[in-house]
């Protein structure tokens, strides 16, 4: 079992920044992948941000490409969503999740088996 705890979500205007940080406990030394997704009022959740074990590849999606990035700390067990020229559009609640699966879809819901409780992030405009 893993538990994920996701923080550093809040109000920040439109052009500001935010890290968020997710951190792992439990069996964190089986995880393979960890990503970032959001879920916006009405929305179905979406992919935003993957980082495989090592940190040697990252994927983001093309809505946050440039703006985002994702790093992890394997020594803190922690992974984090440096967020940059932020909009309003970014406005959802964040979930943090892990993988065990190095065959995993990086953007896909159902190839992570973990996820914390989510941090809200909001942009003002």
């Known amino acids: 079992q893993v538990q994920l705890v996701e923080s550093g979500g809040g109000l920040v205007q439109t052009g500001g920044s935010l890290r968020l940080s997710c951190a792992a406990a439990g069996r ?45 700390d394997n020594a803190k067990n922690t992974l984090y969503l440096q967020m940059n020229s932020l909009k309003p559009e970014d406005t959802a609640v964040y979930y943090c999740a892990a ?24 942009v003002s405009s």
Request: avoid cysteine.
């Open 28 to 72: 964190t030394f089986s995880i393979y992948a960890m990503g970032w997704f959001r879920q916006a009022p009405g929305k179905e959740r979406e992919f935003v941000a993957a980082i495989n074990k090592s940190g040697s590849r990252t994927y983001y999606a093309d809505s946050v490409k440039g703006r985002f990035t994702i790093s992890r």
């Open 99 to 122: 993988t065990y699966d190095s065959g995993y879809n990086y953007n896909i819901r159902a190839s992570y088996d973990y996820w914390g409780q989510g941090t809200q992030v909001t």
